[in-house]
Each structure stands twice: as C-alpha cells, then as structure tokens.
C-alpha cells in the first residue's frame, strides 16, 4: 500500500512559478515510478512528467523547458517546480506512483493561472 499526499497548488499569475510536491508512504521501496498527471477542464487526463529509477526523467511536450520534476529517495518526495506559467496551464494536478500493475493516486491539487 502507498499513500500519497500532495501540496503546493493554488493562483499563480501568468508568467509566474509554483511548486507543487508529493509525500510518498507506506510501502515505498518497490516504487519504480513516480510522476505529476494533469487533468484540465473538459480534456482528458494527461501526463506531465515522471521520474523513474530505470529511465530517468520524461515530460510532456507542452511543458518541456519550463517544469522541471525531482525525486528525493531520502525523503521519498517527489516536486514539480513549474516555471513560465500559462493559462493553458490550468488544471488539477495529480501524483502517481507505480508498483508492478498497481497505480497509487494522490487526491489532487487544484492549479489556476489567471490573471
């Protein structure tokens, strides 16, 4: 079982910056991934970017060179620090771990950029 629990969302100007960051617990040492997914009003849900043990760092097109993801294995955190922000932007962010065939869900976190 892994728990995930998220911060960081909130109203950010267009232009502006946020870090959102996830907790991992529980039985996280068979974790093989760990990632941001983004859901926007009336799309689907999509990958933003994730951090595996094997393959290392991959990340949407639409938000190469302005999100950067990091994982601490110390912490068992993952961040996504979002920079260059857009109204596009705007979504609900989901963590996601992986383990095997199982999917572990954060509860998300609202992003808004607007000005």
């Known amino acids: 079982q892994v728990h995930l629990v998220e911060s960081g969302g909130g109203l950010v100007q267009p232009g502006g910056s946020l870090r959102l960051s996830c907790a991992a617990s529980?039985?996280?040492?068979?974790?093989?991934?760990l990632g941001w997914y983004r859901q926007a009003p009336g799309k689907q849900r999509e990958l933003v970017a994730t951090?595996?043990?094997?393959?290392?760092?991959n990340y949407a097109d639409s938000v190469k060179g302005r999100f950067t993801i990091s994982r601490d294995n110390a912490k068992n955190t993952v961040d996504l620090q979002m920079n260059s922000l857009k109204p596009e932007d705007t979504a609900v962010y989901y963590c996601?771990?992986?383990?095997?065939?199982?999917?572990?869900w954060g509860k998300g976190t609202l992003v808004t950029v607007s000005s």
């Open positions: 996601n771990a992986k383990w095997g065939r199982i999917d572990y």
């Open positions: 951090f595996s043990r094997d393959v290392g760092t």
């Open positions: 529980g039985s996280i040492r068979a974790i093989e991934s």
